[in-house]
Nanobody, 124 residues
Framework: EVQLAESGGGSVQSGGSLRLSCAAS????????MAWFRQAPGKEREGVAA??????TYKSTVKGRFTISRDNAKNTLYLQMKNLKPEDSGMYYC???????????????????WGQGTQVTVSS
């Protein structure tokens, strides 16, 4: 059974930083596609950053501020977020798929497995 557990969310002021973690079990994070999504109240879930076998993809508004990475030994996916803005607030979810490549890596319907989410709140 694939399980994804996010952690690292919190409340920060604008310009601050956070690092989110997603610990995977029943799934080999190094082999397949994984991604981070976020959802603000009243808005659709949107892809923020994704990792496939050999490349990364970022939402344009976070490029240069967010970095997705993974520790294969710990089977954990990370999202380092810097220079956070109030519009970055939302519930952040880790997602995974048993695929080596996804044509639309920031599309939610590309992923089969989801974590419960971790809340990020950025105040101005």
């Amino acid at each position: 059974e694939v399980q994804l557990a996010e952690s690292g969310g919190g409340s920060v002021q604008s310009g601050g930083s956070l690092r989110l973690s997603c610990a995977a079990s029943g799934y080999t994070a190094s082999r397949y596609c994984m991604a981070w999504f976020r959802q603000a109240p009243g808005k659709e879930r949107e892809g923020v950053a994704a990792f496939d076998a050999d490349s990364t993809t970022y939402k344009s508004t976070v490029k240069g501020r967010f970095t997705i990475s993974r520790d294969n030994a710990k089977n954990t996916l990370y999202l380092q977020m810097k220079n956070l803005k109030p519009e970055d607030s939302g519930m952040y979810y880790c997602a995974a798929a048993h695929l080596f490549y996804i044509p639309t890596p920031l599309a939610a319907d590309s992923y089969s497995y989801w974590g419960q989410g971790t809340q990020v709140t950025v105040s101005s």
